[in-house]
């Protein structure tokens, strides 16, 4: 497949009538640059020159594009949609341009104008930044997964005008700016307002003081504009659509209200309209609660559904034939309603009964679960629901009824689990939960690694599982090798294809090849020499954007994820305190020089993980301007944690942070990416981290800490004080922090997070890993001092990663949930 797709004549991409291959290609950039916003092309800006490019190379994968479209109206196979809030894609040009196998061509085309600087057209690219962390963009590397495996598929989902905030740092406190990434446009997006739907809501939002209420009584309609992008499969073959819905209103349009004088009301009804789509939730695993958001999750499912039945109406008359040909994955509780309005069509609308209805819904539907955070399981008011979609309310009561009926009947002397497993929360406000109603409603429910799925099934959700035993599986994630490895990181690419070929790109599992070279002294000396050129270049990149220097020789350690207490980066930030304390006590000591990266977000109103950055950052600069430190240890919050600066950092990283109290991190995908690009990992065991060192051998991992299975074990009695009295190295740590050597402008101002270690029991057990943690850090830096053996291991990582590509996830979905086939668009020119 692979081979093909590499070798394969790029001639046969055609741009307009032209092939871009000849001069064409020139031409049809030079028109755009030049035409599309009437600029002489000499004048153009970076932002023109960025447009210029992606304009053409989206003419010159149209035909492509059309004859995907055209081959599944045709073959009418069935098809996978992937229905979610969050779509975390990044960019897509330097992607766009790899997947379509034209990159030679472009460089030496863009490269020919001496004014243009290829790599800062690719930087001018805003990141398409619409998703909050892992379920996000674990949704973008599906997508790319399945359009590459050929995969007849759609994904749909919400087109924010302002995707996840903007964060600066200032005095060390996170900033939070909006992001107006479609500010200028996107020139990916083709906007077809033609196959609008409309979407029927039970009340009439209205503004009030500026606080938006909804008005019972007036049933109303949302719009919902389709813009599709194109997913560009490697080798370019088949291009799937990525569709997200924009929020419009109808009444701006109806000139009835314009004649009756309400021109200004008709406005703010469109005004209000559009507020639905106009920004993303940035709480992940918080509930955020507000209405708006559940408008948002109504508004998504509404207008995937329509578009799914009517294209499913088009190419077949029997309703019976729906789980034939159609597959929908709700991508966490976000879309469950989708077990509503399913029914809500196939008894409204297509006039079926119950019983029919019901068993066509659980056969279409399937729900992935990605947190066992019990705060993050959705629940949204019954009353939202009477106000919003009352009809889907009584779809849920109705399921609800004849569900517990089911119940009562198996367990007929059990009213505690009846009461579990209802879909209705009746403690307090009565709410829906999402978790049950996906649960039920599906035929298939999934955890995203092995122990997320086994702790799922015997702890958060048992009386389903046990209910429902062949519903629940286990699909442990991956990630595109194309953008994490070929695209990130050149460099490595280059050495690996030189060595084994190219065959890793579409089959990741070739990379074990690579396991005779760990043994390889030539090689071992190229890959560090690839790890190392990354490591100047991050620092490079780091200094003329942040002015932070950071020394390529020292060891690279990153932690890079959203800043969550159960992720513990204050556990990272604890041990540099600790290193801190060994150096102020030791000047002579010998550790290996090491600079710990920070990058991520914490959510708006989430105040502890926001004090966590304030401190991280505080420990930064107080280490800087001590001589016993500096030089030696430096910690460096990178500011605007995202997916692009994920593809630089990760390459850069010899070291990759992975240390989420055991139990609550569902998989990660991160550290698989960092696998992939020849890090080494230290980290408990949770989530996907168990089986990537299952894949490696744990010898080539440091692995430490409590397991879930003991943490659970130690809640009862887990004593955080009995680690600050008896052990030193961690009472010395916090007696610094506490007693505000980090602060001393700011006194007091870490009093929270004692708090939060002390006081309220250090819930995530923090204490309790702090020692072996250091010890695992110690045998690392021992480890980094023995260049050959710290780079067999990298090596041997790499080899092992093959596992965790999303083309090995995507076709266990495809067998195992979805029965979905590939179906290949013809080669050759199109
Ligand atoms: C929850 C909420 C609550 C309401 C407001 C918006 C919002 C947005 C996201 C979430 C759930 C976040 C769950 C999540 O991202 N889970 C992560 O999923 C990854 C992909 O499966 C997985 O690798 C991570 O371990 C898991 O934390």
């Known amino acids: 497949m692979s081979d093909t797709a590499t070798k394969r004549n790029v001639k046969s991409y055609a741009c307009g ?212 992008r194109p997913v560009v499969g490697y080798g370019g073959r088949t291009i799937n659509t990525l569709r997200l819905w924009g929020a419009a209103s109808p009444d701006f349009f109806d000139f009835g209200e314009f004649s009756s004088g309400d021109f200004v009301g008709a406005i703010v009804d469109s005004i209000l309209a559009e507020t639905v789509t106009r920004v993303l939730y940035p709480d992940d695993s918080t509930r955020a609660g507000q209405a708006l958001r559940f408008v948002q999750e109504y508004f998504l499912v509404g207008c995937s559904l329509a578009d799914i039945v009517a294209r499913f109406r088009r190419g077949n008359d029997d309703w019976q034939m729906l789980p034939e040909k159609v597959a929908i994955q709700m991508n966490d509780t976000h879309p469950a309603m989708a077990v509503a309005e399913l029914m809500r069509i196939l008894l409204d609308e297509a006039q079926l009964g119950w019983d029919e209805a019901w068993d066509l819904t659980v056969r279409t539907l399937a729900y992935t679960n990605h947190t066992l955070l019990p705060e993050a399981l959705e629940k949204w008011p019954v009353r939202f629901f009477e106000l919003v979609c009352p009809r889907l309310l009584e779809i849920v009561f109705e399921i609800n009824r004849r569900f517990l009926a ?22 307090g406000e009565r709410q829906i939960r999402m978790a049950n109603l996906a649960i039920v409603g599906s035929h298939s429910t999934n955890g995203v690694a092995q122990i997320h799925s086994d702790l799922l099934r015997t702890r958060v959700v048992a009386d389903f599982a046990e209910m429902f035993p062949q519903r629940f599986n286990n699909k442990t994630n991956g990630v595109t090798p194309r953008r994490w490895l070929l695209a990130a990181n050149r460099d490595l690419a280059e050495l690996i294809t ?119 950052n505080n420990v930064g600069r107080v280490i800087d301007e001590d001589p016993a430190s500096a030089g030696r240890i430096k910690v460096a919050f990178v500011p605007n944690y995202n997916v692009s600066l994920a593809e630089r950092l990760i390459p850069a990283s010899d070291v990759s942070e992975q240390i989420s109290t055991a139990g609550y991190e569902a998989s990660g995908t991160g550290n698989m990416k960092f696998m992939m690009n020849g890090a080494l990992t230290i980290g408990t065991r949770d989530g996907a981290t168990i089986e990537m060192a299952e894949e490696a051998g744990e010898e080539n991992f440091f692995l430490f800490g409590l397991t879930a299975q003991q943490v659970a074990d130690s809640r009862g009695y887990y004593n955080p004080h009995w680690h600050y009295q008896n052990e030193p190295e961690t009472r010395a740590a916090l007696d610094l922090i506490f007693g505000d050597h980090f602060s001393r402008d700011e006194p007091g101002i870490f009093t929270p997070i004692r708090e939060a270690l002390l006081d309220r029991g250090d819930y995530f057990m923090h204490l309790a890993d702090l020692t072996s943690y250091a010890q695992a850090q110690q045998q690392l830096g021992q480890l980094y001092a023995d260049r050959d053996a710290w780079t067999r291991k990298a090596i041997l990582n790499v080899a092992c990663s093959g596992k965790f590509s999303s083309d090995r996830t995507i076709a266990q979905y495809a067998e195992e949930i979805w029965n979905a086939v590939p179906c290949p668009v013809a080669e050759g020119d199109s």
């Open 498 to 616: 030189e060595s084994i070929g190219d065959g890793w790109v579409t089959d990741l599992s070739e990379l074990r090849q690579l396991l005779p070279l760990a043994d390889d002294a030539a090689f071992r000396q190229r890959f560090w020499e690839t790890k190392q050129t990354a490591k100047t270049r991050f620092a490079q990149w780091l200094q003329t954007s942040t002015g932070q220097v950071v020394d390529p020789n020292s060891i690279f350690d990153s932690q890079i994820k959203r800043i969550h207490e159960y992720k513990r980066q204050l556990l990272n930030i604890l041990h540099v305190v600790v290193l801190y304390n060994r150096l102020r006590e030791n000047p002579a000591l010998e550790i290996p020089s090491r600079t710990f990266f920070f990058a991520g977000k914490a959510a708006p109103a989430y105040q502890l993980a926001k004090l966590i950055i304030k401190l991280i």
């Open 406 to 427: 089911d119940v009562q009947q198996r367990y007929p002397d059990d009213p505690r689990r009846a009461a579990g497993m209802s879909l209705i929360e009746e403690d």
């Open 17 to 228: 009538t032209a092939d871009f291959t000849d001069d064409a290609g020139q031409e049809c950039y030079q028109r755009h640059l030049m035409y599309d916003h009437v600029v002489p092309s000499h004048e153009a800006s970076q932002r023109e020159r960025f447009e210029a490019v992606a304009r053409s190379l989206r003419d010159l994968l149209t035909q492509r594009w059309l004859l995907t479209q055209q081959t599944h109206d045709q073959e009418n196979p069935k098809r996978v949609y992937y229905l979610s809030m969050e779509f975390l894609i990044g960019r897509a040009l330097s992607n766009n341009i790899i997947n379509l196998g034209i990159e030679p061509f472009v460089r030496r085309e863009l490269q020919a104008d001496p004014r243009q600087d290829w790599q800062e057209v690719i930087e001018t690219e805003p990141d398409a930044g619409l998703g909050n962390g892992g379920l996000g963009r674990l949704a973008a590397c599906f997508i790319e997964s399945l359009a590459t495996l050929q995969i007849p598929a759609m994904g749909y989902g919400l087109r924010y005008e302002y995707g996840i905030f903007r964060q600066t740092i200032e005095n060390g406190f996170q900033m939070e700016q909006p992001d107006h990434w479609l500010a200028e446009g996107d020139p990916w997006e083709v906007a077809r307002p033609r196959q609008t739907v409309q979407i029927p809501v039970g009340c009439r939002f209205e503004l009030h003081d500026g606080v938006l209420r909804a008005a019972p009584g007036h049933t109303t309609h949302l719009l919902g504009v389709p813009y599709d």
